[in-house]
Nanobody, 114 residues
Framework: QVQLVESGGGLVQPGGSLGLSCTIS????????RGWYRQRPGRQRELVAR???????DYADSVKGRFTISEDTAANTVHLQMNSLEPEDTAVYFC????????WGQGTQVTVSS
């Protein structure tokens, strides 16, 4: 059974940093596309950053240079380090894994506000 469990998130001031983690169980994630999406208020869910099944990274233009995706393959965990956060980054962040179907974590709230 595939499960994605997220941790991290919370409230941070503009310009601050936060880290998210996603621990995946049930398979070796590094063979599949895995990463992070977010859903901002009133908007559709969108890609933030991911590893492709080939191991390349892919970032949304809005987060390039500020966010970094990384992983611990031994721990089967994917991380998202978010720096220079802006109010527009406020969203629910979801861990994602793509097999023949999509798997999602439960979501974690990130709020950027002074």
């Amino acid at each position: 059974q595939v499960q994605l469990v997220e941790s991290g998130g919370g409230l941070v001031q503009p310009g601050g940093s936060l880290g998210l983690s996603c621990t995946i169980s049930g398979l070796k994630a590094r063979f599949f596309s895995r990463g992070w999406y977010r859903q901002r208020p009133g908007r559709q869910r969108e890609l933030v950053a991911r590893f492709t099944s080939g191991g390349a990274t892919d970032y949304a233009d809005s987060v390039k240079g500020r966010f970094t995706i990384s992983e611990d393959t031994a721990a089967n965990t994917v991380h998202l380090q978010m720096n220079s956060l802006e109010p527009e980054d406020t969203a629910v962040y979801f861990c994602h894994l793509r097999l023949a179907v999509d798997y999602w974590g439960q979501g974690t709230q990130v709020t950027v506000s002074s």
